[in-house]
């Protein structure tokens, strides 16, 4: 089972190119407000966030499209070096 890793974006995009999408996207608040398009249109969620999210990996599995970590072995650099770093800043700043 995957852990989750939060770096910043920022971050992460300055040492990671690769990771433009993530500074795109994360850029600006994405939760949009459906009422309009339920009012005017008649708009209803046929799929559930975790029903779409599912549906999106089973379709990158069977498309051969997840990277291994083994194929991106910075990945597992930055996020050592982001915990690392991370608890050197807890305890320096909280004693």
């Known amino acids: 089972r995957p852990s989750f ?12 190119p690769r990771t433009y999408i993530s500074a795109i996207n994360f ?8 009422s309009a398009a339920r009012e ?11 029903d779409g999210a599912r549906e999106i990996y089973a379709w990158l599995e069977a498309n ?3 990277e ?6 910075n ?3 930055i996020i050592a070096t982001w ?3 991370s608890v050197a800043m807890r305890e320096e700043l909280t004693t």
């Not at 850029?27 to 459906?34: C, E, L, Q, V």
């Not at 291994?68 to 072995?73: K, R, Y």
Request: proline share 7%; no cysteine.
């Open 5 to 16: 890793v939060a770096i910043p974006t920022d971050l992460l995009h300055s040492i990671e």
């Open 27 to 34: 850029a600006y608040n994405n939760s949009f407000d459906p």
């Open 40 to 50: 005017d249109l008649g708009f209803r969620y046929t799929h559930t966030i975790a």
């Open 64 to 66: 051969g499209k997840l």
């Open 68 to 73: 291994s970590a083994e194929s991106v072995p």
């Open 75 to 77: 990945d597992n650099r």
């Open 83 to 85: 915990e690392r770093l």
